[in-house]
């Protein structure tokens, strides 16, 4: 599964997002339009490091990084190449 669609079913699964993923864009915001909380958003750091195996570093736990979709899965991909690189 895409790193996007894996984001998506964690929004539904366990921030508990009532948008279906089939309507999620991948540049929607996760506060404005999915309504994605302060506390969802910790949920959210959580979930997606268990399915990707990674960890996100307080630094890189932004509103940067956590805006959308497509930001939060950049975030994945350089952190699965640092983890990769054995950094």
Do not use: N
């Not at 915001?29 to 309504?35: A, E, P, T």
């Not at 949920?43 to 990674?54: K, N, S």
């Amino acid at each position: 599964m895409a790193i996007a669609e894996t984001i998506k079913q964690i929004l539904v699964s366990h921030v508990y997002v009532e948008v279906p993923t089939d309507r999620m864009g991948e540049h929607d915001s996760l506060r404005d339009v999915l309504g994605v909380d302060s506390l969802g958003f910790v949920e959210l750091r959580v979930q997606v490091e268990e399915a990707f195996d990674i960890t996100i570093a307080d630094d890189d736990f932004t509103p940067e990084h956590f805006a959308t979709i497509a930001s939060l899965t950049s975030l994945v991909e350089r952190q699965q190449q640092v983890a990769a690189a054995g950094v």
